[in-house]
């Protein structure tokens, strides 16, 4: 015996993929995946290839994982794929020792953060407000 199947969360014209772990605070994974929301995948991808932030080219690695689920898995079109979630969460913060004056110490955090980044296939009525 197995375990019964697990349903489906998505839609059947989504796909996703999630990036665990990132370096960086989820305040500032947030403005890069706000870049990126409700645009076209083609769209997004050229304005995380030239973003001057460093998190970027991760976050298009994850796009990029999400475009290949969506063509691969779901046999989705990858010319009518929009963003539609960008969803950024805490992760696990590292607390480090730094040493200050007469003896005393103080403490750095550093951010990890989680993205989950969703792409769906819009339909074809929503091309023509797009245009």
Known sequence: M????????????????????IRT????LNLVAGLIRNE????ALAKLTFS???IAQQVKTILESAIANAE??????VDRLVVSRAEVGKAMV???????GRGRSAQIEKFFSHIKIVVAER??????KAA
């Open 72 to 77: 691969n898995n779901h046999q989705l079109d």
């Open 25 to 28: 605070s989820p305040r500032k």
């Open 40 to 43: 076209p995948v083609s769209q």
């Open 94 to 100: 590292m607390r480090r020792f730094h040493a200050r």
């Open 52 to 54: 001057k932030r460093r």
């Open 2 to 21: 197995s375990k019964p199947k697990h349903p489906r969360v998505l839609s059947e014209n989504e796909a996703q993929a999630v990036g665990r772990n």
């Open 123 to 128: 339909e074809d009525n929503d091309e023509g």
